[in-house]
């Protein structure tokens, strides 16, 4: 992954909306869910939640997919991965005791 990409990816996590959108979409798993599901769960409108998708598009954490007249919003699980692997690629300058246990309990 480049660091540009891990930088547009950051800066559309940045923003508490954005971050929403995209944890709830993880949670969705395969099954993606439509604008109006995340607009009715979120309580926000239309428009300034397309803006926000837009944004996740862009840095390549949600794809879209139309399916009949609905639009379906998925979390780009492979992008994240990525993402995460660019971040504690270096965790612990290497030292196998730490690559062996998980990032999010790495204590080094």
């Known amino acids: 992954m480049e660091q540009n990409d891990v930088v547009r990816s950051l800066a559309a996590l940045a923003h508490g909306l954005r971050l929403q959108v995209f944890r709830m979409l993880v949670v969705a798993g395969p099954a993606g869910l439509t604008p109006g599901a995340i607009a009715e769960q979120l309580h926000v409108p239309g428009a300034t939640?397309?803006?926000?998708?837009?944004?996740?598009?862009?840095?390549?954490?949600?794809?879209?997919?139309?399916?009949?007249?609905n639009l379906i919003y998925r979390a780009a699980f492979d992008h994240m991965n990525a993402l995460l692997g660019f971040l504690t690629a270096n965790c612990c300058q290497g030292q196998q005791a730490c690559l062996e246990v998980s990032a999010t309990t790495c204590q080094c």
């Open 49 to 69: 939640l397309s803006f926000h998708l837009k944004e996740l598009m862009h840095a390549e954490l949600v794809t879209q997919q139309r399916d009949g007249r």
